[in-house]
C-alpha cells in the first residue's frame, strides 16, 4: 500500500480564520505564510522588520490577488515590543484562530537581548512564551483554536543549564545554546498543554519540527550554508509540519509533527516522538518558573 503523503492538496480552506505567524519573512514562516494565504486564511504577519515584510507581502499579492495579509511590527528580543504587539492586535482582533512560533536563530555570536537574556534563549524560548501568555486570552475566546511551536531536531542535544541560562558562568557553545532553546520550546508546548487540560480548555498545543531544511538560519555558518545545497529539503516542504499541526482535524494535544526519514531529516510531515528528556515534567515546570520570572509575563487560565 502506498503510504499517504501529507502535502498542500490535504489543507482544507481556511476562510474566515486568523493566523498569527512570527517570523514570516524568510525561509518556513514565508512559506506558512503563503500557504495558508492561498487556503484563505487571514494571516497576521508578525515581523521585525516591516520594510522587508512589505516587500514579502506584495509578493505574496503578485501571486494571490486576494490573500488577506496584515503587517504588524513584533522584534522578539524586545519585551516592549512583544507588549506593543499584543495590545495592538487586542484591539483590532476579538479572536485568534492559531499561534504559530516560527521565528528563530540559530548558532549565532554571542550576545544579549535588549532584556539581558542570552540571545537565542531570549529570541526562540522566552520570546515566544511571553508573547503567547499575552496572546492567550485571544486564543481562548475561540473554540478549536491551537498553538504550534516549531522547534527542531537539534532539540536531542539539549541539555539546559537552568543555573545559568543567560551563558554568564561558562564558555559559550552556539550550538548547545540553540539545541537548549529548541528544547526548551518542547518543554513550553508539553507543560502548558498540561495546565490547560487541567482547566478543561479545549486550546490545543502542539509542536512541529522541518527536518533539515533550507532556510537563512544557516547563515552564520559557510559549512552549513554549503551543506544546504547538498542535503537539505527545500522549505515548502519543512513549513508542512507547523501547517500540519495548526489544521489537520485529527491533531490532538502534544502531538510533534516532523520528517519521516532516518534522522528525520527529510520528507513529508508525520508524527514522530520528541527526546525522552523533553518530557521531563521537573524540567519543564523550572524552566516554567524561570521563564515566568525572567519575562514577567504570568499566564491567566
Same mark, same amino acid.
Given at each position: 500500500?502506498?503510504? &499517504?503523503?501529507?502535502? &498542500?492538496?490535504?489543507?482544507?480552506?481556511?476562510?474566515?480564520?486568523?493566523?498569527?505567524?512570527?517570523? !514570516?519573512?524568510?525561509?518556513?514562516?514565508?512559506?506558512? $505564510?503563503?500557504?495558508?494565504?492561498?487556503?484563505?486564511?487571514?494571516?497576521?504577519?508578525?515581523?521585525? @522588520?516591516?520594510?522587508?515584510?512589505? %516587500?514579502?507581502?506584495?509578493?505574496?499579492?503578485?501571486?494571490?490577488? =486576494?490573500?488577506?495579509?496584515?503587517?504588524?511590527?513584533? @522584534?522578539? %528580543?524586545?519585551?516592549?515590543?512583544?507588549? =506593543?504587539?499584543?495590545? *495592538?492586535?487586542?484591539?483590532? +482582533?476579538?479572536?485568534?484562530?492559531?499561534?504559530?512560533?516560527?521565528?528563530?536563530?540559530?548558532?549565532?555570536?554571542?550576545?544579549?537581548?535588549?532584556?539581558?537574556?542570552?540571545?537565542?534563549?531570549?529570541?526562540?524560548?522566552?520570546?515566544?512564551?511571553?508573547?503567547?501568555?499575552?496572546?492567550?486570552?485571544?486564543?481562548?475566546?475561540?473554540?478549536?483554536?491551537?498553538?504550534?511551536?516549531?522547534?527542531?531536531?537539534?532539540?536531542?542535544?539539549?541539555?539546559?543549564?537552568?543555573?545559568?541560562?543567560?551563558?554568564?558562568?561558562?564558555?559559550?557553545?552556539?550550538?548547545?545554546?540553540?539545541?537548549?532553546?529548541?528544547?526548551?520550546?518542547? +518543554?513550553?508546548?508539553?507543560?502548558?498543554?498540561?495546565?490547560?487540560? $487541567?482547566?478543561? @480548555?479545549?486550546?490545543?498545543?502542539?509542536?512541529?519540527?522541518?527536518?533539515?531544511?533550507?532556510?537563512?538560519?544557516?547563515?552564520?555558518?559557510?559549512?552549513?550554508?554549503? $551543506?544546504?545545497?547538498?542535503?537539505?529539503?527545500?522549505?515548502?516542504?519543512?513549513?508542512?509540519?507547523?501547517?500540519?499541526? *495548526?489544521?489537520?482535524? =485529527?491533531?490532538?494535544?502534544?502531538?510533534? +509533527?516532523?520528517? !519521516? %526519514?532516518?534522522?528525520?531529516?527529510?520528507?513529508?510531515?508525520?508524527?514522530?516522538?520528541?527526546?525522552?528528556?523533553?518530557?521531563?515534567?521537573?524540567?519543564?515546570?523550572?524552566?516554567?518558573?524561570?521563564?515566568?520570572?525572567?519575562?514577567?509575563?504570568?499566564? $491567566?487560565?
Amino acid at each position: 500500500m502506498k503510504k &499517504e503523503i501529507w502535502n &498542500e492538496i490535504r489543507i482544507s480552506d481556511q476562510i474566515n480564520k486568523v493566523f498569527i505567524v512570527t517570523g !514570516p519573512t524568510s525561509g518556513l514562516g514565508k512559506e506558512t $505564510l503563503r500557504i495558508l494565504s492561498k487556503k484563505n486564511a487571514t494571516v497576521i504577519m508578525a515581523a521585525r @522588520d516591516i520594510k522587508k515584510a512589505e %516587500s514579502v507581502k506584495n509578493e505574496m499579492l503578485s501571486q494571490n490577488k =486576494n490573500g488577506k495579509i496584515d503587517i504588524q511590527e513584533l @522584534d522578539l %528580543s524586545s519585551l516592549e515590543s512583544i507588549n =506593543n504587539f499584543s495590545e *495592538a492586535i487586542k484591539k483590532k +482582533y476579538k479572536v485568534i484562530d492559531v499561534l504559530i512560533n516560527n521565528a528563530g536563530i540559530m548558532a549565532c555570536p554571542y550576545s544579549k537581548t535588549k532584556d539581558g537574556f542570552e540571545i537565542q534563549m531570549g529570541t526562540n524560548h522566552l520570546g515566544h512564551f511571553a508573547l503567547t501568555g499575552l496572546l492567550l486570552p485571544l486564543l481562548q475566546k475561540q473554540s478549536n483554536s491551537r498553538i504550534v511551536n516549531i522547534s527542531s531536531i537539534a532539540h536531542k542535544s539539549g541539555n539546559i543549564n537552568f543555573d545559568d541560562l543567560n551563558w554568564e558562568k561558562r564558555k559559550y557553545k552556539t550550538w548547545s545554546a540553540y539545541s537548549d532553546s529548541k528544547l526548551a520550546n518542547l +518543554y513550553f508546548t508539553y507543560e502548558l498543554s498540561r495546565k490547560l487540560s $487541567l482547566k478543561n @480548555d479545549n486550546l490545543k498545543v502542539l509542536a512541529a519540527h522541518p527536518g533539515y531544511s533550507d532556510t537563512d538560519l544557516q547563515r552564520y555558518s559557510g559549512f552549513f550554508k554549503v $551543506l544546504n545545497k547538498i542535503a537539505a529539503q527545500n522549505s515548502k516542504i519543512g513549513a508542512l509540519a507547523g501547517i500540519r499541526a *495548526a489544521v489537520d482535524p =485529527n491533531a490532538k494535544p502534544d502531538d510533534y +509533527y516532523g520528517s !519521516p %526519514s532516518f534522522g528525520e531529516i527529510k520528507g513529508h510531515p508525520v508524527l514522530v516522538k520528541s527526546s525522552k528528556l523533553s518530557h521531563n515534567k521537573a524540567n519543564a515546570e523550572t524552566l516554567w518558573r524561570l521563564s515566568e520570572e525572567l519575562t514577567g509575563v504570568s499566564y $491567566l487560565f
